[in-house]
C-alpha cells in the first residue's frame, strides 16, 4: 500500500520570502502538492503564482521581492529605489520598475507596478544586486538613482531629484565621480552638474 504524505513533511527552502513554483521544483515539490500545501496553512498564497511560508519573516521590503519574484529582469529605480536607500520619506504605492525597450510590459496583479524602459548604458549602470527574504532584488544604486530622477524629472517632479541629489551629496561615502559617470549613462550630464555646483558651494 503506498505511502501518503503529509503536506507539512514537503521539503520547502529555508530562508525564502515569496516562492515561486519553479523555486520549489527541484525539491520535489509540484504545484499539487502546493496546493496542498495552501489548504494545510503551511504557506499562503499572496499572489497568482507567489506562496509565502508560514512564519515567514517579512519586511518593509516586501513589495520589490513581490516585483522582483514577478518580474526577474527588471530592476527597481526611481522612487521605489529611492525609498530603499533611505533617501526619501515618500513611500510609492507602485513599485518602479525598469525594463528593456525591447521587453514585453509584465502583467502583474500584484504589487501595483510603475514601468519604464531603459535602454544602452542606463540599462546596466549602476544596478546592484540584493538579497532580500532570500530573494536575489536588482536596484539602481545610490548614484544611478539620483541620475535616474533627474533623466525622469518630468515623471517624478524636479523637487524630488534635487531632494535625492541633497541626500546623496550629505551622507558619507558619496562619489561625485561615480555620480557624474552615472549621469552619464543617462546623458544627464549637463543637466545636473550645475546643481551639484550650487549644493556644494
Not at 513599485?95 to 502583467?107: D, E, M, N, Q, T
Not at 524602459?117 to 546592484?128: C, L
Not at 535616474?148 to 523637487?159: L, P, S, V
Not at 541629489?165 to 543637466?191: M, N, Q, T
Request: with cysteine; aromatic share 6%.
Amino acid at each position: 500500500m503506498p505511502t501518503i504524505r503529509s503536506p507539512t513533511s514537503y521539503r520547502i527552502p529555508k530562508g525564502r520570502g515569496v516562492l515561486r513554483p519553479r523555486d520549489v521544483a527541484s525539491s520535489g515539490v509540484s504545484r499539487v502538492q502546493l496546493q496542498r500545501l495552501t489548504h494545510s496553512g503551511a504557506l499562503e498564497r499572496v499572489g497568482r503564482g507567489l506562496y509565502v511560508p508560514r512564519g515567514a519573516k517579512l519586511t518593509e521590503h516586501h513589495t520589490l521581492v513581490e516585483a522582483a519574484s514577478r518580474v526577474p529582469h527588471g530592476v527597481v529605480c526611481l522612487l521605489s529605489a529611492l525609498g530603499f536607500h533611505g533617501m526619501t520619506t515618500q513611500l510609492p504605492h507602485e513599485v518602479w520598475l525598469a525594463i528593456g525597450v525591447k521587453a514585453r510590459k509584465p502583467r502583474v496583479d500584484w504589487p501595483p507596478l510603475r514601468i519604464v524602459r531603459f535602454s544602452g548604458a542606463a540599462a546596466t549602470f549602476g544596478v546592484e544586486s540584493h538579497l532580500l527574504e532570500g530573494t536575489q532584488v536588482r536596484i539602481t544604486s545610490r548614484a544611478k538613482t539620483v541620475a535616474d530622477c533627474f533623466k525622469y524629472r518630468n515623471k517624478i517632479g524636479t523637487d524630488v531629484a534635487i531632494e535625492a541629489l541633497r541626500d546623496y551629496l550629505r551622507k558619507r561615502g558619496r562619489s561625485i565621480d561615480e555620480l557624474l559617470r552615472a549621469a552619464e549613462a543617462c546623458r544627464v550630464a549637463r543637466v545636473i552638474r550645475p546643481y551639484i555646483e550650487a549644493l556644494l558651494a
